[in-house]
């Protein structure tokens, strides 16, 4: 589809349709990233760093983030559809094709060869590299996973302690203690148990109270009969 795009979209419809190209392209591959193609056709920084930043954890996903050597980005986007324009000649100043036509002296060419740049870094080096940023990727993704389940499941219980047939009960309001707890309060479990144990007291003392009042009732009857 990249005799589709065009690369020198200016005008909000432009980019719409290159969107459209590329939501096809999601559609045919069962991926199941919804793009909000009103909020990043406006070119708001936060909208479209978003999506990029998703783009690249997609693409690392899938080759381990490790580059393709043969995979050349300008040779695939001369297949675009619309060339982008360029502006300007490569026609050269006179005064610099009059200053080119001086040769330079050796001991310069010397010194350029010199100064060609670092060296390149060793494939081994690179592989080894490589491979310890894919390891830190992969962990970083199980923590993030692990991070949302246990958040879903947190989620899960204070739906539930929220239903209103259960707010009176004692242990929902001792779970409800910990989960609304201050991030610097060490002692939420503690207080979670003393407002249990105070509840659980107080219902035991209704008990009694209502036990002691039947026996009394008994008492009553049985005198006078």
Same mark, same amino acid.
Request: hydrophobic share 30%; net charge negative; proline share 5%.
């Given at each position: 589809?990249?005799?589709?795009? &065009?690369?020198? *979209?200016?005008?909000?419809?432009?980019?719409i349709? @290159?969107?459209?190209?590329?939501?096809?392209?999601? &559609?045919? %591959?069962?991926?199941?990233? +919804?793009?909000?193609?009103?909020? %990043?056709v406006?070119?708001?920084?936060l909208?479209?760093?978003?999506?990029?930043?998703? #783009?690249?954890?997609? /693409?690392?996903?899938?080759?381990?983030?490790?580059?393709?050597?043969?995979?050349? !980005?300008?040779?695939?986007?001369?297949?675009?559809?619309?060339?982008?324009s360029?502006?300007?000649?490569?026609?050269? +100043?006179k005064?610099?094709? &009059? @200053? &080119?036509?001086? !040769?330079? !002296?050796?001991?310069?060419?010397?010194? #350029?060869?010199? =100064?060609?740049?670092?060296?390149? =870094?060793? *494939?081994?080096?690179?592989?080894?590299?490589?491979?310890?940023?894919?390891?830190?990727?992969?962990?970083?993704? %199980?923590?993030?996973?692990?991070?949302?389940?246990?958040?879903?499941?947190?989620?899960?219980?204070?739906? %539930? /302690?929220?239903?209103? $047939?259960?707010?009176?009960?004692?242990?929902?309001? =001792?779970?409800?203690?910990?989960?609304?707890?201050?991030? *610097?309060?060490?002692?939420?479990?503690?207080?979670?148990?003393?407002?249990?144990?105070q509840?659980?007291?107080?219902?035991?003392?209704?008990?009694?109270?209502?036990?002691?009042?039947?026996?009394? $009732?008994?008492?009553?009857?049985?005198?006078?009969?």
């Open positions: 589809p990249m005799h589709k795009v &065009n690369f020198d *979209a200016k005008t909000e419809y432009e980019m349709q @290159n969107y459209k190209v590329l939501q096809d392209v999601f &559609n045919k %591959l069962k991926i199941t990233k +919804p793009l909000e193609i009103n909020r %990043l406006k070119g708001r920084p909208d479209n760093l978003e999506f990029l930043q998703w #783009l690249k954890r997609f /693409c690392d996903s899938i080759n381990g983030g490790i580059m393709n050597e043969n995979y050349n !980005p300008v040779e695939r986007r001369s297949k675009g559809g619309k060339e982008r360029v502006k300007g000649t490569n026609k050269m +100043p005064s610099l094709q &009059n @200053n &080119n036509t001086h !040769p330079l !002296p050796n001991s310069s060419l010397v010194g #350029l060869n010199k =100064a060609s740049g670092p060296k390149p =870094a060793k *494939a081994s080096d690179v592989k080894a590299l490589s491979k310890e940023l894919t390891d830190l990727k992969l962990s970083h993704e %199980l923590l993030e996973k692990e991070r949302d389940f246990y958040f879903s499941k947190l989620r899960d219980v204070e739906i %539930l /302690c929220q239903t209103p $047939e259960l707010e009176d009960v004692p242990i929902v309001g =001792a779970v409800k203690k910990i989960l609304y707890a201050n991030d *610097a309060n060490e002692s939420a479990l503690e207080d979670a148990q003393e407002f249990l144990n509840s659980l007291g107080v219902e035991a003392e209704a008990e009694d109270e209502g036990s002691g009042e039947e026996e009394e $009732e008994e008492e009553e009857d049985k005198t006078q009969a």
